[in-house]
């Protein structure tokens, strides 16, 4: 088991639990916590008495991109950042094991993107759930765009990601962004329940169930282009305007430039 640095693995009864840990910066995700969190993810695909994962957060889920971290980007590192996290991402979809979200606090951004990758969310009755970024002058980068649609329907994906409102747990099961909704120190138990029950599952027909589900949605053009779209972004004034309102805590005069 692990237990320091910005990503904590622990192993239990078949399951394998993800932790984000940086919990003072409420689990943002920078380059090195999505490295780490795709290690963390190939190391348990590949241990067979590993059946099912959770991916949780220490305190809150994730709030997202680190900002700081977004502000020094041009277009091409803007590119190879939202690939990365489209490529965990994606394992996360597509690996044979089935991956529930324990979601507690704030899954705003790449937070929310990467509950959304996850076969099952459960959410604390706490949780927030959003896509902010259009007040950075962006687009969200890590497949909101496309997954989040085929949860929730298209217009209220496009109220989501137009307003970047933020809603809570209760509204998050009632338009399809969660399963289910428990209280807050109920979390991680029901969340170990759900994947001890998969875990006892045969993996292999998990897999394939998988799979095919997964095949039915046609998601690979529509990330491709949200990756171009989420770099074309940092070529604009408005994202620039975006970035330095957000880290100077002020409103952000856009312009349309």
Not at 69 to 93: P, T
Not at 112 to 130: M, N, S, W, Y
Not at 153 to 171: C, D, F, Q, S, W
């Amino acid at each position: 088991m692990s237990t320091d640095g910005p990503v904590r693995i622990e192993k239990k009864d078949g399951v394998g639990t993800i932790i984000l840990n940086r919990p003072r910066s409420l689990n943002i995700l920078d380059t090195e916590a999505l490295q780490l969190l795709d290690k963390a993810l190939a190391g348990l695909e590949k241990d067979e008495g590993i059946r099912s994962i959770i991916i949780t957060g220490d305190g809150n889920f994730c709030a997202g991109a680190d900002i700081r971290e977004l502000k020094g980007k041009n277009v091409k590192a803007a590119e190879a950042f939202s690939r990365l996290g489209h490529e965990v991402f994606n394992h996360i979809e597509n690996m044979g094991k089935p991956v529930i979200a324990a979601v507690a606090g704030h899954a705003l951004g790449g937070g929310c993107e990467l509950a959304l990758a996850c076969d099952i969310r459960i959410a604390g009755e706490g949780a927030k759930f959003g896509q902010p970024e259009i007040k950075l002058g962006l687009i969200p980068g890590f497949g909101g765009t496309q997954r989040l649609v085929r949860l929730v329907g298209m217009a209220k994906a496009k109220e989501l990601i137009l307003t970047g409102n933020i809603i809570g747990a209760r509204e998050a099961e009632s338009i399809g962004l969660v399963n289910s909704v428990v209280k807050d120190e109920e979390l991680m138990k029901q969340a170990e329940e759900a994947a001890r029950m998969l875990a006892e599952k045969s993996p292999l027909v998990l897999g394939m169930a998988k799979m095919l589900i997964n095949e039915g949605q046609d998601l690979q053009k529509g990330l491709a282009k949200e990756i171009s779209f989420f770099a074309g972004c940092f070529e604009t004034e408005d994202h620039t305007e975006g970035i330095n309102a957000f880290l100077e805590k002020r409103e952000p005069v856009f312009k349309g430039k």
